[in-house]
């Protein structure tokens, strides 16, 4: 009897049916870019987190301590002239609407080829479909430039004590902590 679970030659994810490399299926492509960022933002000493399902528009749950950011993740594997487009909009019914506040808070682009990072705001961006990086810089200069590598942005600002005023990751810790007297 043969093994049911084995896989055909050639069948293999990340090759062909003639057993070539392949760079695998949209799909692949993209969990291979959050499988990357979730490693990234664990290793810069985030907690990551993925809701179950796929019925949000974010991707992932970032926990810098203080607060909780939606993040989507969006990934591109080709350079057009001398750009790279990354599509800043869901869509359903072939209708494509923009990314807004109240679906995410961060887009973070991952440029395969280059391995570069950008981590966008959506303020920074909505109402725009397409959001376009230059590496490798430009006449005009880039926009989202600015937002290369930019993880800072997410994480807690440091605040020193003003007038014994608590810093609020020090708020943070007292509201975790039960009441005295339990």
């Known amino acids: 009897m043969e093994n049911s679970t084995a896989v055909p030659d050639g069948q293999r994810a990340g090759r062909d049916r003639k057993g070539k490399s392949s760079r695998g299926t949209l799909k692949q492509r993209g969990e291979l870019a959050e499988m990357a960022f979730t490693y990234k933002a664990a290793g810069l000493g985030f907690g990551v987190a993925k809701p179950y399902g796929d019925?949000?528009?974010?991707?992932?749950?970032?926990?810098?301590?203080?607060?909780?950011w939606r993040v989507k993740v969006?990934?591109?594997?080709?350079?057009r002239a001398h750009s790279?487009?990354?599509?800043?909009c869901s869509g359903v019914a072939g209708e494509k609407k923009a990314y807004t506040a109240k679906q995410i808070d961060i887009l973070v682009a991952f440029l395969v080829l280059e391995n570069a990072w950008y981590v966008v705001p959506?303020?920074?961006?909505?109402?725009?479909?397409h959001l376009?990086?230059?590496?490798?810089g430009s006449k005009t200069g880039g926009i989202f430039e600015q937002y290369r590598e930019a993880w800072d942005l997410m994480r807690p600002k440091t605040r020193r004590r003003t007038k014994g005023r608590p810093v609020a990751a020090e708020l943070t810790a007292k509201l975790s902590q039960p009441p005295s007297g339990f």
């Open 55 to 68: 019925s949000e528009s974010y991707d992932f749950i970032l926990d810098s301590g203080v607060r909780l």
């Open 74 to 79: 969006k990934s591109t594997y080709g350079k």
């Open 84 to 88: 790279y487009c990354v599509h800043s």
């Open 122 to 129: 959506v303020r920074a961006f909505a109402p725009r479909k």
């Open 132 to 136: 376009y990086f230059y590496p490798s």
